[in-house]
């Protein structure tokens, strides 16, 4: 993908005497490196690689997932950050990551609603409601039994004092976790009232 983006692309290095190097020749350059054929391989997941045994256990996107952990190392970083300066550059940092990790993972890759949780608390520490607002329902609506979007989606409305989208989203959460605490903490927070919601399906004896 990265060589469709720059096929058209020229590369200069303002040097005395200028050289221009042309996508083209960067493509030879670096795929006949032999370092470059074995990572190649390996994102491949070609079976004489260590690494390709993980794929089966954690799905094909699981090669991307350093991204992820990178984004939750800056999102440290910013809690523990004394300054808004710093504190905004570590967020910054962290959303480049999660992005990248959110885009790399495919519809069906099971980390995708915790990675999208991820960052969407990321644009909530920017202040980005909005953008966060989308990937808590997205996470939601990728897996409806995941508290932690609910949660995320509820402080997103609690930010912008909308009271009944807050009670909603609790609502649905304990239709679907009924048993979670937080979310009949919400639900009362926010103006709801016992009982809570019924189950959106009969839970199974215990």
Same mark, same amino acid.
């Given at each position: 993908?990265?060589?469709?983006? $720059?096929?058209?692309?020229e590369v200069d290095w303002g040097t005395d005497s200028t050289i221009t190097? *042309?996508?083209?020749? #960067?493509?030879?350059?670096? #795929?006949?490196?032999?370092? %470059? ?5 390996? #994102? ?5 690689? %260590?690494? &390709? ?5 954690? !799905? ?7 991204? /992820? ?16 300066? %710093?504190?905004? +550059?570590?967020? !910054? ?6 992005? /990248? =990790?959110?885009?790399?993972? !495919? ?5 995708? @609603?915790?990675i999208y949780v991820e960052l969407g608390h990321v644009h909530l520490g920017? +202040?980005?409601? !909005? ?7 997205? =996470?939601?609506? =990728?897996?409806?039994? /995941?508290?932690?979007? /609910?949660?995320?989606?509820?402080? $997103? ?8 989208? =807050?009670?909603?989203?609790? *609502?649905? +959460? ?20 016992? @009982? ?5 399906? &009969?839970?199974? @004896?215990?």
């Amino acid at each position: 993908a990265f060589w469709g983006i $720059v096929d058209d692309m020229e590369v200069d290095w303002g040097t005395d005497s200028t050289i221009t190097i *042309t996508a083209r020749d #960067l493509r030879s350059i670096f #795929l006949d490196s032999p370092l %470059t054929k074995g990572a190649l391989a390996k #994102l491949k997941l070609d079976p004489r690689y %260590t690494e &390709a045994a993980f794929a089966p256990r954690f !799905g094909e996107y699981w090669i991307h997932l350093h991204h /992820y952990c990178h984004g939750l190392k800056w999102a440290n970083r910013a809690r523990q950050s004394v300054d808004r300066r %710093t504190r905004a +550059g570590n967020l !910054g940092m962290a959303k480049g990551e999660d992005q /990248y =990790a959110a885009r790399a993972a !495919g519809a069906g890759f099971w980390m995708r @609603p915790q990675i999208y949780v991820e960052l969407g608390h990321v644009h909530l520490g920017l +202040g980005e409601l !909005g953008e966060a607002g989308r990937l808590f329902a997205e =996470a939601i609506g =990728a897996s409806p039994g /995941y508290l932690a979007a /609910y949660l995320g989606l509820i402080d $997103v409305h609690r930010r912008s004092e909308s009271r009944a989208a =807050a009670l909603e989203v609790a *609502t649905a +959460g304990l239709r679907q976790i009924p048993d979670a605490q937080p979310l009949q903490k919400a639900y009362l927070e926010f103006g709801g009232n016992k @009982p809570f919601p019924a189950p959106a399906r &009969a839970q199974a @004896p215990r």
